[in-house]
């Protein structure tokens, strides 16, 4: 794109910006794209500049089971073996349980440390910086604008009795905007939902309800969002590997599980007859 045509752009950009309904902003966008003021990808960007001011915190985080932390006391030589093995450059630090993170810790501030060798044993509170906390029901675009304001990259989302519930980057807003950033140390994300030969569907524990719906698997619920929480809300407990339920016309059968929760599970329509493993029995 030449100057002028990318001082026209920003000029456009500026000009749809500078009204504060969103309604009209979308509009505006969609009329830009359609007769080629805007490209295609540059109209979708701006599109979903405009959802972040109807997202909130909660639902761009990473859950707290998720969370890469350490414990207080973890001498500095290990938490930086810790940021090279999960490519983070920060990590949150915790007292006791994650409900209660007391620091961050940034690659950048153990260098000094990993140079003298008689700080290798420090404990890594030596070095942490304050967290950013921040309620799961903040509103994301406010987030973006507190990020830059603070300077700040990374928040730690507390729910409303303060316990973690999360934690929420700059790289997570930006997502929502121009769809996931991957770099060399993500590893392989696997799709929630997986088709399988015989007709059924291999499902990660995760997999939002909402997501199911097309399926034919049609269950909602007020107090969980992916089919994990909604199979250990039916039983009462955290299925384990083996246990089955009959839903809907599906049976749901769990592949894998922790204590906590259940990571993978296997859905077949009940009229399909049994499972081939099931056949074998």
Not at 27 to 44: F, P, V
Not at 178 to 187: F, L, N, P, W
Not at 195 to 201: K, V
Request: with cysteine; glycine share 8%; net charge negative.
């Amino acid at each position: 794109m030449d100057g002028e045509s990318h001082s026209g752009l920003w000029t456009k950009i500026s000009s749809l910006f500078s009204h504060k309904n969103e309604d009209y902003l979308e509009q505006a966008i969609l009329e830009a794209r359609a007769e080629g003021d805007l490209k295609a990808e540059e109209g979708s960007m701006l599109l979903s500049i405009l959802t972040l001011d109807e997202l909130q915190v909660q639902d761009i985080m990473t859950p707290r089971t998720d969370i890469d932390c350490l414990p207080a006391g973890t001498p500095i030589v290990e938490a930086a073996r810790a940021i090279g093995d999960t490519g983070h450059s920060r990590l949150p630090i915790y007292q006791d349980t994650r409900d209660n993170i007391i620091g961050i810790v940034y690659a950048k501030d153990m260098l000094a440390s990993l140079l003298r060798t008689e700080s290798h044993s420090e404990p890594v509170e030596s070095i942490m910086r304050p967290p950013f906390f921040v309620p799961e029901t903040k509103i994301s675009s406010e987030l973006l604008q507190e990020f830059r304001s603070r300077k700040n990259h990374l928040a730690i989302v507390v729910d409303e009795y303060g316990g973690t519930s999360g934690l929420a980057t700059i790289e997570d807003l930006l997502e929502v905007i121009v769809g996931d950033i991957e770099d060399e140390h993500d590893a392989p994300r696997e799709e929630d939902i997986r088709p399988l030969p015989d007709g059924g569907y291999e499902l990660s524990g995760r997999a939002c309800l909402e997501d199911l719906a097309p399926l034919g698997m049609a269950f909602e619920s007020d107090e969980v969002d992916t089919i994990g929480g909604y199979l250990s809300l039916d039983a009462g407990h955290v299925p384990q590997q083996g246990e089955s339920f009959s839903l809907d016309g599906w049976i749901f059968t769990v592949a894998s599980a922790d204590a906590k929760q259940i990571h993978t599970v296997r859905a077949r329509r009940a009229d399909a007859g049994p499972a081939p493993a099931e056949a074998q029995a």
